[in-house]
């Protein structure tokens, strides 16, 4: 008996190949299970499906242990890309997390009240960004676990204080202690590496509490200092000036495009992109749907970037960000 299943099922399947995180695929699977007829035509899938499920749900169950007991520090990476919060003790990095997303780190006039990791999602249009939130870094010390996470991230955002004197030896501080742990921040790796070891992490900084006294002063002397090694954006997390400004800089800076699939006749669905890093190709867009799926690619009809409106492209044309694209295999 064939299988005859609807398309709903092979629509679920195709975004189970698209979507980043355990919860994400399990949520799917049970979609599928759900659509999936029930009958001797489909007792082999029904079968593959249930044994696929529960081997996710052994492995989630195991990461979960793990990170309980051995490995406290590890971040499930989830959403587009992932930033992480970097800077000196109470200039308003936990503040930063609580203005940007939902989560609700603690946030205290003292200093050194974050001491581990919490994340949030941050919505920017049609994506989500994890942003990491992190124990502050001083000149005597950096939790020794810090490095391997910030070695990790798309994206540092260097956090300074508009409201404080000493801005300059604080920021100092950090860039210092991080070259200690072989981390360097940079605006953009080098094409060629001065050292192997050396980790080059691209950054940018936010200087916040720009609502406070003299914070204008401050930034011009952050800016003379610092502007011809990061961009530095201004802001004020509590008043929340300058975050929407930040957070498309954020974007910018971390060098991903979204593109779009759609089928013959139809239009693009826009909550979905498929995200690349920046001067990836037709191809690099089809190998994220699917392997197979990039071998058998013949040629796409592309809308956005290209010279005109549904031109047919071949697999190393360029993509830029909002281009649609419809394969053809
Ligand atoms: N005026 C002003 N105060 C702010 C701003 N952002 C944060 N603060 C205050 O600065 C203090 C420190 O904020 P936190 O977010 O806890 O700072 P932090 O960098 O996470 O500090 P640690 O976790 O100790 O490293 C709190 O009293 C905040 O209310 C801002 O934009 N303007
Ligand atoms: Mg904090």
């Given at each position: 008996m064939p299988a005859n299943l609807p398309p709903q099922y092979y629509e679920a399947e195709r975004r189970y190949r698209l979507v980043k995180t355990n919860q994400e695929r399990l949520a799917i699977l049970k979609e599928m299970w759900a659509i999936m007829p029930k009958h001797k035509g489909t007792d082999?899938?029904?079968a593959d499906l249930k044994a696929k499920i529960s081997?996710?749900?052994?492995?989630?169950?195991?990461?979960?242990?793990?990170?309980?007991?051995?490995y406290s520090h590890h971040i499930a990476r989830e959403g587009a890309a992932q930033v992480v919060l970097l800077g000196p003790s109470n200039v308003g990095k936990s503040q930063i997390l609580a203005s940007l997303t939902d989560a609700s780190p603690q946030v205290a006039p003292y200093p050194f009240t974050t001491r581990d990791t919490v994340v949030g999602m941050m919505k920017f249009e049609n994506i989500n960004i994890q942003l990491v939130d992190t124990p502050p870094i001083t000149r005597e010390y950096m939790e020794p676990w810090l490095s391997e996470i910030i070695r990790e991230t798309d994206l540092v955002l260097l956090t300074a204080d508009l409201g404080r004197d000493s801005l300059l030896e604080d920021i100092e501080a950090v860039v210092r202690k991080l070259e200690e742990s072989k981390i360097k921040l940079v605006a953009r790796e080098p094409e060629v590496k001065v050292t192997?070891?050396?980790?080059?992490?691209?950054?940018?900084?936010g200087a916040n509490k720009r609502d406070l006294p003299n914070a204008n002063k401050r930034l011009k002397t952050l800016k003379d200092v610092y502007s011809d090694k990061f961009p530095i954006y201004s802001l004020s997390a509590t008043s929340r000036a300058g975050?929407?400004?930040?957070?498309?800089?954020?974007y910018k800076a971390l060098n991903i495009i979204r593109v779009y699939t759609k089928s013959p006749g139809k239009g693009a669905d826009r909550s979905e992109p498929i995200i690349l890093k920046k001067g990836s190709r037709v191809i690099d867009a089809a190998r994220a749907i699917h392997k197979d799926f990039?071998?058998?690619l013949r040629y796409a009809r592309m809308w956005g970037s290209g010279k005109f409106e549904g031109q047919k492209v071949q697999k190393d044309h360029p993509l830029e960000d909002g281009d649609i694209l419809e394969f053809h295999i």
């Open positions: 082999k899938l029904q081997r996710l749900k052994r492995e989630m169950q195991k990461k979960t242990q793990v990170g309980k007991s051995t192997q070891e050396m980790r080059y992490k691209r950054a940018i900084v975050l929407d400004h930040l957070k498309e800089k954020i990039a071998n058998k």
